[in-house]
């Protein structure tokens, strides 16, 4: 039989209550990162499907230096500086002129923090732009995240985001709700991660499934949220156990 929060002592309700707003702060915090990470992808200010199919499935019609020249790190580099590295990708990314124009301009706002990482730990760090050759290495077409960039993070978000829809539905559990309602919300996002992420690989090969993680990631705030909102509700608020609820059982 579970308990409900009008069983819990107000040691428990705080700890509850504690938990979930840490977490709701710690999820507005990371839908902050996402939209700051991503909103500058395609070039264009605000964060859209357009930002998300570029970071999949990449821009086919330009390199993947230049796409980070015009997303994530645009605002590290001068208009002008950032024409003259794509006139000189465009012209066929010479070592001559490299050496006279592009160089200079990677040694005063990249190299900074793109050295490279042989031998470190950290390996899968920001590309190397140290020279010439590993310049070079950038200056393909840009075809998206890696799949193997893919796994890692994929791995990561499965197993954290498990735990924390398994902790935070254990609580959930406690509300006083429609039997259906009440499962709805508990499985709602863990459908919903599951589909983000193979939408994420699938992603790389049509950008279509951008809207596919853009409506997952959106069924998950809803039924994440959605349970925060209401736990939080009915811990301190009392709750008339209504016919059909699920609230002792």
Same mark, same amino acid.
């Given at each position: ?18 938990? $979930?707003?840490?977490? =709701? ?8 990162? $996402? ?31 230049? %796409?980070?020249l015009r997303g994530s790190m645009a605002a590290h580099i001068s208009i ?9 990708? %465009?012209? =066929?990314?010479?070592? /001559? ?31 190397? $732009?140290?020279?010439? %050759? ?34 935070? =539905? ?5 509300? *006083?709700?429609? /039997? ?18 193979? %939408?994420w690989f699938l992603g790389r090969w049509d950008p279509v499934y951008a ?27 009392? *709750?008339? /156990? ?8």
């Amino acid at each position: 039989m579970v308990r409900r929060f009008d069983h819990c002592d107000s040691s428990e309700r705080l700890l509850y209550t504690a938990y $979930l707003l840490l977490i =709701g702060v710690a999820y507005l915090m990371a839908l902050s990162y $996402l939209y700051t990470s991503y909103q500058d992808i395609d070039g264009k200010p605000g964060l859209s499907a357009d930002d998300v199919a570029d970071n999949y499935y990449g821009n086919r019609s330009g390199t993947r230096l230049e %796409a980070a020249l015009r997303g994530s790190m645009a605002a590290h580099i001068s208009i002008e500086q950032r024409y003259h590295i794509v006139s000189w990708l %465009a012209a =066929g990314a010479s070592r /001559a002129e490299y050496e006279q124009l592009i160089r200079p301009i990677l040694a005063e706002r990249c190299i900074g923090c793109h050295r490279s990482t042989k031998g470190m730990m950290n390996a899968s760090g920001p590309p190397d $732009l140290t020279s010439y %050759a590993a310049v070079r290495e950038v200056a393909d077409v840009d075809a998206g995240v890696s799949l193997h960039t893919l796994m890692k993070v994929s791995h990561i978000h499965l197993f954290g985001i498990g735990l924390l829809l398994l902790s935070v =539905g254990m609580i959930f559990r406690r509300v *006083c709700l429609r /039997a259906w309602l009440k499962t709805t919300l508990i499985l709602l996002p863990f459908v919903a991660i599951f589909v983000d992420i193979i %939408a994420w690989f699938l992603g790389r090969w049509d950008p279509v499934y951008a809207y596919t993680t853009v409506i997952a990631g959106g069924l998950l705030a809803v039924g994440l949220g959605g349970q925060i909102i209401i736990s939080l509700y009915q811990l301190w608020l009392p *709750c008339r /156990a209504d016919k059909g609820s699920n609230g002792s059982s």
